[in-house]
């Protein structure tokens, strides 16, 4: 029994402790936020002195502060990966994929016959294995960003259609036969009440869309990928056994992803104020 | 009601259908001419467009070519063969299952503690919700090659993959479903005196049952997701995703794309399979009519 292992039971069962002490307080509002990050911080903790007090080999898992070393350490190469897989790859197919779905939303739901036919084949195509296309996507479009940004405007797309359109088609109908007695026009009652009341449900398709839209950038770089991006730091470092810096990687990735959804979440409470659900 | 909107869906759909095919063979014509003009010469239009339908390696293949490899690589092979896609199909399938099967336990396990235990719906629910935002896959080669190098190869670097990706959707499916008994029917439980655990395997988790076969039909197509991705690194030499890998170093796009339509066929199955028993126990629950 070595030191380590001792201070990894006590920080074990001392964060057990305090998270049920401070839970069985009722209504105490910073609680909301101190309780998870106490348990993060636990596990980290409990993390690092596994590590070291099991000396596991640091080469198939580092402790957190040989990772947080490593992070501060290559700040430059994670920066470039960051631009190249996310801005230049996800977020440009995001974009585009998005966009594109909510234009075609608009179109078909003037239609519906397409309306019908769609629907069913966006539900089967979200659940089908789009990340698969990735191969294909790098023959046609080059091992660059474009190739990585084509294949993420292909996941998100459907994901994003059936959201929309649903979001479309449940429109209150009073509140439609209130717009034609103001002789709306069909534009005026486009923009001014159907889009705005799919807001909710186009939020939605653009949360999951995030995290799909990561996925497929840094999928797409395991097939090929000029010598930067972080799906290609992953499997070329992977292979060299440096898992500090993947591990590096993968927390970028993780941050970008949480700071990209509650940016989106904070958009949403902006322009849907008026829904039940963000009003107490 | 619903047997009405499917038949009257299916027109539309086949309509689809049929005009992404038309589509389909159309863009084939301008993607494959340039190999069809450089082995081909005085070709009629004609002719040229039969050949950039039949190319042997073509950049995009057309539906009838992958239909026949796929008919090819599953019925004329014997099923143990490497080159047999029933064989590839099932390796990927084992993983998936497996995968599924744990990451289903784990999740529900997970939201019984979460449901009962307070200080842990504060803790570790954050944490669920949060790991949601995070791209998962990334994780995959690292898993596989620090699995592998500790010694443990083949079904159960995969499985736990699958497993991280499918338990989400259970955990998070299953709270909210465990919590949507009232409060009128929770106190009705309470006047009949129920112990908790009559609470829960009465009330609780009968009233669980739809939100969970939600969750765990987005939970089999991301074990299937999780299992394909699993296969990529580190020079798998069988499995749907190892097919695909081998079909890109080799150009082989036809076989790329006969495996893709053996993973949508899988997942398409394995989504149908949760629906149909989704169906069943619904309707002899009485909770669907």
């Known amino acids: 029994m070595n030191i380590f292992l001792v201070l990894f039971f006590i920080v074990w069962i001392l964060g057990w402790l305090i998270n049920i002490r401070l839970s069985l307080i009722k209504n105490a509002k910073f609680l909301r936020f101190f309780i998870p990050t106490l348990f993060g911080f636990v596990i980290l903790l409990m993390w690092e002195f596994l590590v070291l007090g099991l000396n596991i080999n640091p080469v198939l898992l580092p402790p957190p502060t040989a990772i947080a070393l490593k992070f501060a350490d290559s700040l430059d190469i994670l920066w470039i990966d960051f631009v190249q897989t996310l801005i230049k790859g996800a977020l440009s197919g995001y974009i585009l994929g998005c966009g594109a779905a909510i234009l075609t939303a608009i179109a078909i739901d003037k239609f519906n016959f397409l309306k019908r036919g769609l629907l069913p084949f966006g539900n089967f195509v979200s659940a089908l294995p789009i990340v698969g296309m990735a191969p294909i996507f790098v023959m046609w479009f080059g091992f660059d960003w474009e190739s990585k940004c084509a294949i993420v405007v292909v996941m998100v797309f459907f994901p994003m259609l059936v959201n929309s359109v649903q979001g479309l088609e449940l429109v209150d109908h009073s509140r439609q036969d209130l717009m034609k007695t103001y002789n709306a026009s069909y534009t005026q009652t486009l923009f001014k009440l159907r889009l705005p009341s799919a807001l909710p449900f186009i939020f939605n398709g653009l949360k999951i869309c995030s995290t799909l839209a990561l996925i497929g950038a840094i999928v797409a770089e395991f097939f090929g990928s000029p010598i930067k991006g972080m799906g290609f730091r992953i499997s070329s470092e992977v292979g060299r056994f440096a898992l500090d810096m993947v591990w590096a990687e993968i927390f970028v990735a993780a941050l970008a992803g949480c700071l990209f959804y509650g940016l989106i979440s904070l958009i949403e409470k902006q322009l849907t104020f008026w829904h039940p659900s963000n009003q107490k | ?289």
């Open chain 2, 1 to 289: 009601m619903k047997r009405l909107i499917i038949n009257n869906s299916i027109l539309p759909i086949l309509t689809i259908l049929l005009f992404i095919v038309i589509v389909w063979y159309l863009a084939a014509i301008p993607m494959n001419s340039e190999k069809v003009t450089r082995q081909f010469k005085n070709l009629s239009f004609t002719e040229h467009v039969e050949k950039t339908w039949n190319l042997k390696k073509p950049k995009l293949p057309t539906p009838h070519q992958i239909v026949n490899e796929i008919i090819n690589t599953t019925f004329y092979k014997k099923i143990s063969s490497k080159r047999s896609l029933v064989y590839h199909g099932w390796i990927t399938l084992k993983a998936t299952l497996a995968g599924f099967i744990l990451g289903t336990f784990l999740g529900i396990i997970l939201a019984l503690g979460i449901v009962h235990n307070r200080a842990m719906d504060l803790s570790v629910m954050p944490w669920v919700i949060a790991s949601q935002t995070v791209p998962i896959l990334a994780i995959a080669p690292m898993i596989i090659v620090v699995m592998n190098s500790v010694g443990v190869t083949g079904l159960l670097p995969k499985a736990i993959i699958s497993m991280y990706l499918s338990f989400f959707p259970v955990v998070v499916g299953m709270v909210k479903g465990l919590r949507s008994p009232d409060q009128m029917q929770i106190d009705q439980m309470r006047t009949w005196s129920a112990s908790p655990n009559q609470l829960l395997w009465r009330l609780r988790f009968p009233s669980s049952l739809p939100y969970l076969f939600a969750s765990l039909k987005v939970g089999i197509a991301a074990s299937l997701i999780g299992a394909i991705v699993g296969e990529l690194p580190s020079g798998a030499i069988s499995g749907l995703g190892a097919r695909m890998l081998a079909g890109t170093y080799y150009g082989q796009t036809v076989m790329i794309w006969s495996a893709l339509f053996a993973a949508a066929f899988l997942a398409a199955s394995l989504v149908f399979f949760i629906s149909f028993i989704q169906n069943y126990t619904l309707r002899k629950m009485a909770i669907l009519r």
